[in-house]
């Protein structure tokens, strides 16, 4: 007899790789989104309300911008189980503007 255990799917990680999801205005990122789950989940991306297309729960924002900052992006995963708690994620761009880093920094050393 073979049992095959099914499980809802759950975020462990959405993330751009980076320290405090900061990024310099004009790098390209990453961001990437894993979930658990049996079967293995789809993806759901969202940015504020826009559906994005991603591929295995990752996406690419190329020349980002301070206007990224507007969003906050999210991340549902989901499959024949069930749909999973979303995630969020907001990031950070640093722009030419220096007055930005003291709080970056600030950010930092409270994580």
Same mark, same amino acid.
């Given at each position: 007899m073979t049992? !095959?255990?099914?499980? @809802?799917p759950a975020v462990k990680t959405f993330s751009t790789g980076t320290p405090a999801n900061t990024?310099? @205005?004009g790098a390209t990122v990453n961001v990437t989104c894993i979930a658990d789950g049996y079967p293995p989940p789809a993806y759901i991306i969202k940015r504020g &309300? @826009?559906?994005?297309n991603s591929t295995d729960g990752r996406f690419v924002i +190329?020349? !980002?911008q301070l206007s990224?900052?507007?969003?906050?992006?999210?991340?549902?995963? &989901? &499959? +024949?189980v069930g749909t999973g708690a979303a995630k969020t994620l907001? !990031?950070?761009v640093l722009g030419k503007n220096k007055n930005h880093l003291p709080a970056i920094v600030d950010t930092l050393t409270k994580q």
């Open positions: 049992f !095959i255990l099914s499980d @809802q990024l310099k @205005q &309300n @826009q559906m994005l +190329t020349n !980002i990224e900052e507007d969003y906050t992006y999210s991340c549902t995963p &989901n &499959n +024949t907001k !990031i950070t």
